[in-house]
Antibody, heavy 119, light 107 residues
């Protein structure tokens, strides 16, 4: 069974940093692009970033460029999101999502981890 | 960037109804469109890919159509389990964009 488990969310002050992790199991992690998608409270879905199988390509939504860094460790079947210079508008549930091979759709999701940016 | 506009934002319907949700792209995205279902407090679930391909395990009452800039998700014979919020997503190019969502609620 495919499983994605996020961790690392919490309360952080504006300007602070947080590192999210996503632990994957049940599939060959190194075969898929992986993504982060977020959802602000009561709002819709927003793609944040994704990363190629070997980490050689990364893409970000404009609003997080220069502040967030996506990475992965295939040996640990894990993906990460380093979030720096956090703003109130980054408050959201962050989902880890597997990206289907040869597409950019999200065919499996974690349960999400809540990040709250507030003083 | 391409914008994705869903309508309506809320839809009230009864069990057994046929409902249609529309998603419009500001530029052509060919058939590179997916639909997701999300229930409160849960992660989204992929329902349809490439505009009209039903995902494994998704009931056949769900169908998708369209290409270019206009797409529809139809539920034929709404069931209690279908009351949820639905999102379209374009994936032809970056950035990957979701529509604003359509909440299907009980009438």
């Amino acid at each position: 069974e495919v499983q994605l488990v996020e961790s690392g969310g919490g309360l952080v002050q504006p300007g602070g940093s947080l590192r999210l992790s996503c632990a994957a199991s049940g599939f060959t992690f190194s075969s898929n692009w992986m993504s982060w998608v977020r959802q602000a409270p009561g709002k819709g879905l927003e793609w944040v970033a994704n990363i190629k199988q070997d980490g050689s390509e990364k893409y970000y939504v404009e609003s997080v460029k220069g502040r967030f860094t996506i990475s992965r460790d295939n040996a640990k079947s894990s993906m990460y999101l380093q979030m720096d210079s956090l703003r109130a508008e980054d408050t959201a549930v962050y989902y880890c999502a597997r990206t289907r091979i040869a597409t950019a759709i999200f065919d499996c999701w974690g349960q999400g981890t809540l990040v709250t940016v507030s003083s | 960037d391409i914008q994705m506009t869903q309508s309506p934002s809320t839809l009230s319907a009864s069990v057994g109804d046929r409902v249609t949700i529309t998603c419009r792209a500001s530029q052509s995205i060919s058939s590179w469109l997916a639909w997701y279902q999300q229930k409160p407090g849960k992660a989204p679930n992929l329902v349809i890919s490439k505009a009209s391909s039903l995902e494994s395990g998704v009931p056949s009452r769900f169908s998708g159509s369209g290409s270019g800039t206009e797409f529809t998700l139809t539920i034929s014979g709404l069931q209690p389990d279908d009351f949820a919020t639905y999102y379209c997503q374009k994936y032809n190019s970056y950035p990957l964009i979701f529509g604003g969502g359509t909440k299907v609620e009980i009438k």
